[in-house]
Nanobody, 121 residues
Framework: QVQLVESGGGLVQAGGSQRLSCAAS????????MGWYRQAPGKQRELVAT???????NYADSAKGRFTVSRDNAKNTVYLQMNSLKPEDTAVYYC???????????????WGQGTQVTVSS
């Protein structure tokens, strides 16, 4: 089992910045990707950004140029630095860890409890 504890979030004005953190604990496979997803009211959960254990990143188009995902492997922690925030970034942000067995035959996904980010105009 893997437990994820998120921190950060809250209310921020448009144009401001916020940093989210997510600490993972438990049995984490070496082959893993950590990242962030978000879900706005009435919408489906969507990818924001992910980072592999060797530092490769992937961003949603809406996050490119404004958000930066990073991780500290020693602490099993993933971060999301969000700059130039817009009202449309308002959502519940969820931390995710996706892990694969070494033969890639099995995938396991774990989710944080979610943290609200509200951007006021």
């Amino acid at each position: 089992q893997v437990q994820l504890v998120e921190s950060g979030g809250g209310l921020v004005q448009a144009g401001g910045s916020q940093r989210l953190s997510c600490a993972a604990s438990g049995s984490i496979f070496s082959l893993n990707v950590m990242g962030w997803y978000r879900q706005a009211p009435g919408k489906q959960r969507e990818l924001v950004a992910t980072v592999t254990s060797d530092g490769r990143t992937n961003y949603a188009d809406s996050a490119k140029g404004r958000f930066t995902v990073s991780r500290d492997n020693a602490k099993n922690t993933v971060y999301l630095q969000m700059n130039s925030l817009k009202p449309e970034d308002t959502a519940v942000y969820y931390c995710n860890v996706a892990m694969w067995t070494l033969d890639r035959a099995h995938r396991y996904d774990y989710w944080g409890q979610g943290t609200q980010v509200t951007v006021s105009s």
